[in-house]
């Protein structure tokens, strides 16, 4: 994207020179497509609210993604062949960034409907919801590992931000890194990395001075390392493994 307007979390489609992302286009942040190898650039669906974080699903015949309303927000589920979108939450909270398990059964996302933000899992059809987070704190940005054993989240507990892992049944809970501000995290394709982002307090009364790195940790909690990149970086996305 060429900068003339802020964009945020790209995903990469699993076969396809494609990715998904959130653009504030005309001020008016929606999901698009973007075409690596064209440059083509489209919307994705005619919402009537903001639509954000999208994600593919497992084959790349879809995207899940969340809508915005009055009430909160709802998970929909769009066929990128019909671009038909189904909605499979209607709790009337605030439902967001959902994410596919690897073999597409299930999808893992964030939500206030229990009156805290928690992690909750669910069928593709939007059946058997069930609550998995129950840590101190606020739970987002889950995001189910390539193997299928763990999902990692960001954790909100006080004024400290934390990265973790934990299984899909919510059992198993491990925090990989804390600090003042962490957010974002990605698998490598082996599921043995995560990368996510840091950024650093401003270094004056107006936030002015921060700073916004990427950073890699293997999931074992260890071999933490800054990735170097040109300027100040933030919403990592692992692609697939290049064919």
């Not at 005309?26 to 669906?45: C, I, K, S």
């Not at 995207?63 to 038909?84: C, K």
């Not at 229990?114 to 606020?138: E, N, P, T």
Request: charged content about 20%.
């Amino acid at each position: 994207t060429d900068g003339s307007w802020l964009v945020l979390t790209p995903r990469f489609h699993p076969t396809r020179d494609e990715i998904a992302f959130m653009s504030y286009a005309n001020n008016r942040p929606r999901v698009y497509l973007f075409d690596l190898g064209t440059g083509r650039q489209q919307l994705l669906g005619d919402f009537r609210g903001i639509t954000l974080s999208p994600r593919f699903s497992p084959d790349g015949s879809s995207v899940v993604m969340a809508e915005t309303n009055d009430a909160g927000s709802s998970i929909y589920i769009m066929d990128l062949a019909s671009r038909r979108a189904r909605r499979i939450t209607d709790s009337g909270a605030i439902d967001v960034s959902p994410c596919y398990s690897p073999d597409g059964t299930q999808i893992v996302f964030n939500s206030d409907r229990g009156g805290d933000q928690q992690l909750y899992v669910m069928g593709v059809d939007g059946s058997g919801v069930k609550r998995i987070s129950f840590g101190q704190g606020r739970y987002a940005t889950p995001v189910w590992s390539p193997r299928g054993d763990l999902i990692a989240f960001t954790r909100i507990s006080g004024s400290t931000f934390a990265i973790g892992v934990m299984h899909p049944d919510g059992t198993g809970e491990r925090i990989l890194s804390e600090s003042w501000y962490v957010e974002g995290p990605t698998f490598a394709p082996n599921g043995r990395v995560l990368m996510f982002w840091r950024e650093t307090p401003g270094s004056d009364s107006r936030g002015r001075g921060f700073t916004s790195r990427l950073v890699s940790i293997d999931i074992t909690g260890f071999n933490e390392r800054e990735v170097t990149t040109p300027t100040d970086a933030s919403d990592p996305a692992w692609s697939p493994l290049l064919s």
